[in-house]
């Protein structure tokens, strides 16, 4: 079965600060893996997905994120936070072929001003 | 255009009514997808649609009923619900399955009362 844990349910950090949204999962097989960002009241937009290959992954809006398979984490991250990253954060995973995405809980990230 | 467009954006129904949310996108995406989400709580799938046909069914209450027209539309018919089922009603589309990530619409807000 599929899991995806986002250990966090809030993040704080100061704007200019390196943030970090954590995410860990389990699935049988090699998985896509995914982030998507939603903002109040809207859809959730898609940041960045792992696929295959390089282990560290470039997104939108300055956001990157790390493939640990040895750890099964998949941690979100950004050098220098903006107030405008506050909102939250899902981690999804896919298994390879199929159509099921799991998402995580969810990780409200506070960007402080 | 790379817009998954929802109408209608609110909706309020009485428990007796019938209604359908409808999803559009002109991406040429061949998967379709209707997920629930709760407030502060992660999307829950609901249906797949590959090749405008059903491929999953999260077993879901046959108040809810899916329809896919063709590639580029989806609808969600509702009859009967239930005060529980008011929630944000998100639509999505990708390319394909496995590691193409989705674009989502804005969501229907459904109030049921």
């Known amino acids: 079965a599929q899991s995806v844990a986002q250990p966090e349910d809030q993040v704080n950090v100061a704007e200019g600060n390196p943030l970090t949204v954590k995410c860990t999962y389990s699935?049988?097989?090699?998985?896509?893996l995914f982030w998507y960002v939603q903002y109040p009241n809207r859809g959730l937009q898609f940041l960045l997905k792992y696929i295959t290959g390089d282990n560290l992954v470039k997104g939108s809006y300055g956001f990157e994120a790390e493939f640990n398979k040895s750890q099964t984490s998949f941690h979100l991250k950004k050098p220098s936070a903006l107030v405008s990253d506050s909102a939250l954060y899902f981690c999804?995973?896919?298994?390879?072929?199929?159509?099921?995405?799991?998402f995580g809980a969810g990780t409200r990230l506070f960007v402080k001003a | 255009d790379t817009e998954v467009t929802q109408t209608p954006k609110h909706l309020v129904m009485g428990m007796t009514n019938k209604k359908s949310l409808k999803c559009e996108q002109h991406?040429?995406?061949?998967?379709m997808y209707w997920y629930k989400q709760k407030a502060k709580k992660p999307p829950e799938l609901m249906f797949v649609y590959s090749y405008e046909k059903l491929s999953i069914n999260e077993s879901v209450p046959s108040r809810f009923s899916p329809e896919c027209p063709n590639s580029s539309l989806l609808n969600l018919h509702l009859h009967a619900l239930q005060p529980e089922d008011s929630a944000l009603y998100l639509c999505a589309s990708s390319q394909g399955t496995g590691g193409f990530e989705a674009f989502f619409g804005q969501g229907t807000r459904l109030t049921v009362v």
């Open positions: 999804a995973v896919r298994h390879t072929g199929g159509f099921k995405t799991i």
């Open positions: 991406m040429g995406h061949r998967a």
């Open positions: 699935v049988s097989g090699n998985p896509y």
